[in-house]
């Protein structure tokens, strides 16, 4: 193989990895909390439980704080394994809440790629009016298999202070 051969394909191979490393710096992604080591790895980095936050873009006032797992050693470090599909989700209220838009149950509020192809970690939201509580699930889909596990956390919407909560049935599609 002609060395200018490789050089064009360790350029591919590159902007091929740094391509997300790029977008996932430059959107406001999830905080990241702590991350706690689960499985040791002698030579390579160790698999860790990874805890984030996330503000809902849509409402004021409400947090989602997760936890997913995160593959070690080289592959995951690179990126090329992939990930598991648990994932637990607490989301509460942390202000005076004030929704911005009209939404439709089951609106993806944030999403994250969990291998390199096809499997992705959703967190959504909806409303149960009759209660005046958001619901919040996160799963994991994949192109051929999906998994059923998931997670469910709710707010019920209360007072903050002097502030009237809205319904979160006047904002439903």
């Known amino acids: 193989m002609k060395f200018s051969t490789l050089v064009a394909i360790a350029a591919c191979a590159t902007a091929l990895l740094a391509a997300p490393l790029a977008k996932a710096a430059s959107d406001d992604g999830p905080e990241l909390i702590f991350k ?52 637990s989700l607490a989301c509460r209220q942390v202000g ?31 409303c149960d009016p009759k209660r005046n509580v958001l619901v919040y699930l996160s799963y994991t889909d994949k192109l051929i298999d999906g998994s059923p596990q998931n997670s469910t956390s709710t707010v019920p919407l209360m007072p903050w202070g002097a502030d009237v909560p809205p319904k979160c049935g006047d904002f439903v599609q």
């Not at 004030?98 to 439709?104: E, P």
Request: proline content about 5%; aromatic content about 14%.
């Open 96 to 126: 005076p809440v004030k929704i911005n838009a009209k939404f439709s149950q089951g609106q993806d509020i944030y999403e994250q790629r969990r291998s390199l192809f096809f499997k992705t970690m959703h967190i959504v939201r909806g």
């Open 36 to 87: 706690k080591n689960t499985v040791f790895h002698l030579l390579s980095p160790d698999a860790k439980l990874g805890t984030y936050v996330i503000d809902d873009p849509q409402v004021d006032g409400v947090a989602c704080y997760f936890t997913v797992p995160e593959q070690g050693g080289w592959t995951g470090w690179a990126g090329f394994s992939e990930q598991r599909s648990e994932t």
